[in-house]
């Protein structure tokens, strides 16, 4: 098979054109791109400059050289691999074929990032007709997944487990041409324990780097071409710089100066310097940790909410930013599926008078859009559903675990609020990369107790810093009784006539609701387990001997005692864990 032929490094790479230093003054042809791709990414796509890092990184693949790329959220890395494989691949002569197999593989941390990856690649072989992309992923079934892969897919997106599944079970999937390897997002990968997959599957692609090579595992089908791979993260850390050392062979490194106001992005080569042996990236990593680069439109606050405060608050921040602007999309985050679960159906449920007459029709939900939710213990179909749907809502309310934190492109984002902190404050990064995409306004507003202050200094530490939100104007606004409070004198937020009409209507609401009831129940033990969790330094911020149990059952609405809520949960999941060894014993039993 031919091989595509190299091209120079032409692109004049500056700040400038197009919009506000985000894009380079140069076109996707000075990249070395084929015309038809240009105009297909111009006319098409809508992509008339490439973006800074799109300018660095394309040609340097297109060169065939391993990389390392490490850039801002939202500043167009899917195209920094795709359109070079895209532009490699159509040049290959004979035209490759279905028959051929798999040529690249990319590998992404989450089902919802297959889809969206794999979304992009559809577009833009639309003007190449004969590759074909293709997708597997957990949840898919895999009878069709081993039909697609025999007949054959060119440029296959993939989640690390099910790609392991189909190189170990199905015989017809022909990699033997395989040529890229890529990894996005992946520090995500190797945190949600992909690490020893992600080994496997280079053992198997016979692509581990020739001093690491584990000779057992080395597959007959591989290995009869040379591989280029690409490894894309947005943390740098001892995981990813393993996973370079197995992976990557005397790559380059490109990625933004972590210096603030820093224009021009880093290049370094690695391989160059270090030989081979990415030792410096684990230097590198400790710099880049220091300082994130955050877009500079992005407006960052943070609201100083008491515990027990803390639903009303969020319910009234949501109500005001959606009668403030109707058509708008906005993400919330929380830490665990149960708050997840409990917080969408209250939204759902939750109707209220606002002149407190009892007339059905004067009858209003909190907010008036479509809200969605997301995370990783609801049904692949439940899941693929949100995402796409919310996608393409104009107005909409995502409710989500960090399921949805990386990489997803939901368009039109305007706000992240952040109802329980992030943790490490990479994550913080993350979380706020879903708006201020490419140039676009966006807002983050990151909720706080009293307690947690000092994560501020966290972030500051990081080169993040917030500005407080206005609450006390935003609470002022809503009327009890037909009211609003216009005492001059300021009073707590705990005693705010809003604050203890909607806690108190919300309760009662909750208690004549039992599934509701268990929902809260089940989401306050969950949130204790999961604040208990905070790692390292952050257990000094986070600190669980602080919480006020009472309060934090108050901010799931529940009237009950804490203490009685953790038993209920305890009994619950002795049951749950008692009916799961019942259903695994009467398993065994079929089989055997
Ligand atoms: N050259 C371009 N011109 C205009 N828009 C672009 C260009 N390149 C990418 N985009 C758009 O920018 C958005 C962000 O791109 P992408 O999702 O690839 O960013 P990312 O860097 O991978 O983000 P994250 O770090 O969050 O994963 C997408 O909506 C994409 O369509």
Redesign the pocket.
């Known amino acids: 098979m031919k091989e595509p032929k190299e091209k120079k490094n032409g692109a004049e790479v500056a700040a400038g054109a197009?919009g506000e230093g985000l894009?380079a003054s140069c076109s996707?042809s000075d990249l070395g791109l084929h015309p038809f791709l240009c105009q297909h990414?111009r006319d098409k796509?809508?992509?008339?400059?490439?973006?800074q890092?799109?300018a660095q990184a394309i040609p340097v693949v297109v060169s065939g050289r391993h990389v390392l790329v490490n850039?801002?959220?939202?500043?167009?890395?899917?195209?920094?691999y795709l359109a070079p494989i895209v532009h490699l691949l159509q040049m290959y002569e004979p035209r490759v074929q279905r028959s051929d197999g798999t040529f690249a593989l990319v590998l992404v941390p989450t089902r919802e990032?297959c889809m969206?990856v794999h979304g992009?690649l559809q577009k833009l072989l639309h003007c190449f007709h004969w590759i074909v992309p293709g997708y597997i992923m957990g949840g898919e079934n895999r009878a069709k997944e081993k039909a697609r892969l025999r007949k054959g897919i060119s440029i296959l997106v993939a989640t690390p487990g099910r790609l392991l599944d189909h190189l170990k079970n199905t015989s017809s999937f022909n990699y033997t041409n395989l040529h890229w390897i890529v990894f996005?997002?992946a520090d995500r990968i190797l945190e949600l324990g992909f690490g020893k997959a992600v080994e496997e599957i280079l053992d198997f692609l016979g692509s581990r780097q020739a001093d690491h090579v584990c000779k057992q595992h080395m597959n007959t089908k591989s290995a009869k071409f040379s591989r280029q791979n690409l490894l894309?993260s947005?943390t740098l850390n001892d995981k990813v710089n393993h996973l370079a050392n197995i992976s990557l062979e005397n790559p380059i490194m490109i990625g933004m100066d972590c210096k603030k106001d820093s224009a021009v992005p880093l290049k370094l080569s690695l391989g160059d310097a270090v030989g081979g042996d990415l030792e410096g990236v684990g230097a590198l990593s400790s710099q880049l940790t220091e300082n994130y680069n955050l877009p500079s439109q992005l407006v960052q606050r943070y609201v100083k909410v008491s515990c027990g405060s803390r639903l009303v608050v969020l319910l009234s921040i949501l109500r005001f930013a959606f009668e403030r602007e109707t058509s708008q999309k906005i993400v919330v985050f929380f830490s665990t599926c149960d708050a997840v679960d409990f917080h969408y159906s209250l939204l759902n449920k939750f109707k209220w008078s606002p002149k407190l007459q009892p007339e059905a029709n004067q009858e209003q939900k909190i907010v008036g859009c479509r809200s969605f939710h997301l995370h990783g213990n609801m049904e692949h179909e439940d899941r693929r559903k949100a995402f796409h749907e919310f996608t393409s809502e104009k107005s909409a309310l995502l409710l989500c675990t960090d399921v949805a934190a990386?990489?997803?492109?939901f368009?039109k984002v305007r706000c992240i609020i952040q109802y329980d902190s992030p943790g490490e404050a990479s994550e913080y990064v993350?979380r706020v990369?879903?708006t201020a995409?490419?140039g676009e306004k966006g807002e983050a507003l990151l909720f706080l107790q009293p307690v947690e202050i000092d994560y501020l200094h966290d972030l500051q530490h990081h080169g993040v810093s917030l500005k407080e939100y206005p609450l006390q104007k935003i609470i002022d606004s809503f009327s009890v009784h037909g009211q609003k409070h216009h005492n001059k004198k300021l009073i707590s937020l705990e005693t705010h006539p809003w604050v203890l009409f909607l806690q108190k209507t919300l309760e009662t609401f909750i208690s004549t609701e039992s599934k509701l009831k268990k929902l809260a129940n089940d989401a306050f033990c969950s949130w204790v387990r999961a604040y208990t969790a905070h790692r390292g330094e952050l257990k000094r911020i986070f600190m669980v001997k602080k919480l006020h149990l009472g309060h934090v059952a108050r901010s799931f609405g529940l009237k009950d005692q804490p203490s009685l809520v953790g038993r209920s949960h305890q009994i619950e999941s002795k049951k749950r864990k008692r009916d799961q060894k019942k259903a695994i014993s009467f398993k065994r039993r079929k089989s055997s």
């Open positions: 197009g894009f996707f990414l796509m809508g992509f008339e400059f490439p973006t890092i799109q850039a801002a959220t939202g500043t167009g890395k899917t195209i920094v990032l969206q992009v996005d997002e894309l947005a990386r990489g997803l492109d368009p993350h990369g879903r995409r490419l």
